[in-house]
T-cell receptor, first 113, second 115 residues
Framework: AQSVAQPEDQVNVAEGNPLTVKCTYS??????LFWYVQYPNRGLQFLLK??????LVKGSYGFEAEFNKSQTSFHLKKPSALVSDSALYFC???????????FGAGTRLFVKA | NAGVTQTPKFQVLKTGQSMTLQCAQD?????MYWYRQDPGMGLRLIYY???????DKGEVPNGYNVSRLNKREFSLRLESAAPSQTSVYFC??????????????FGPGTRLTVL
């Protein structure tokens, strides 16, 4: 069965420190990989995606993600966290050539001032 | 551009009642989706429409029906609501790029409670 694992329910970091939100997946066929963010009482917003090419992908709001094919991981990173980054983050592989996206359970990021 | 709009924002139903959730997008996207979000479970795909005139089941289609009315609109119907359908429902759209769908744009959600 296809699956996505976000092993941490919550990640706590201090403002200005680097952050990492982890994601590993088990999806066949070299999926596209997405990260989305959800602020309270809002819909999800696209952050970044990996289709092919360079393993380090840059996205919105200073976020980036590192693709590792051998470990089937796609970890979200940011060099310096902001309080305003506090939100719920979803890793979401999508079957290549198809329309079905599998969402992880989400990781809540809390950035302390 | 309004993006993806959903109505209503909130709804309370009694068990057995029916209702339709409406979704519209103004981005000329080909593909549209309905998800439900439950605590600790991420988003689960209910139905999707790859293009106007087509609909397909997702991960959790039981108890739901959909209609792709035109390119802009994609509605979700609950024929006989059950408490297990209490959830937050999100509609999304994306621009199909030939090799599959691109990033999805989400509506603000409908919070549904079934008593």
């Amino acid at each position: 069965a296809q699956s996505v694992a976000q092993p941490e329910d919550q990640v706590n970091v201090a403002e200005g420190n680097p952050l990492t939100v982890k994601c590993t997946y088990s999806v066949s066929g070299n999926p596209y990989l997405f990260w989305y963010v959800q602020y309270p009482n809002r819909g999800l917003q696209f952050l970044l995606k990996y289709i092919t090419g360079d393993n380090l992908v840059k996205g919105s709001y200073g976020f980036e993600a590192e693709f590792n094919k051998s470990q089937t991981s796609f970890h979200l990173k940011k060099p310096s966290a902001l309080v305003s980054d506090s939100a719920l983050y979803f890793c979401a592989p999508q079957e290549r050539g198809g329309f079905k996206t599998i969402f992880g359970a989400g990781t809540r990021l809390f950035v302390k001032a | 551009n309004a993006g993806v709009t959903q109505t209503p924002k909130f709804q309370v139903l009694k068990t057995g009642q029916s209702m339709t959730l409406q979704c519209a997008q103004d981005m000329n996207h080909n593909s549209m989706y309905w998800y439900r979000q439950d605590p600790g479970m991420g988003l689960r795909l209910i139905y999707y429409s790859a293009s106007e005139g087509t609909t397909d089941k997702g991960e959790v289609p039981n108890g739901y029906n959909v209609s792709r009315l035109n390119k802009r609109e994609f509605s979700l119907r609950l024929e006989s609501a059950a408490p297990s359908q209490t959830s937050v429902y999100f509609c999304a759209s994306s621009d199909s790029q030939g090799q599959g769908a691109g990033e999805q744009f989400f509506g603000p959600g409908t919070r549904l409670t079934v008593l």
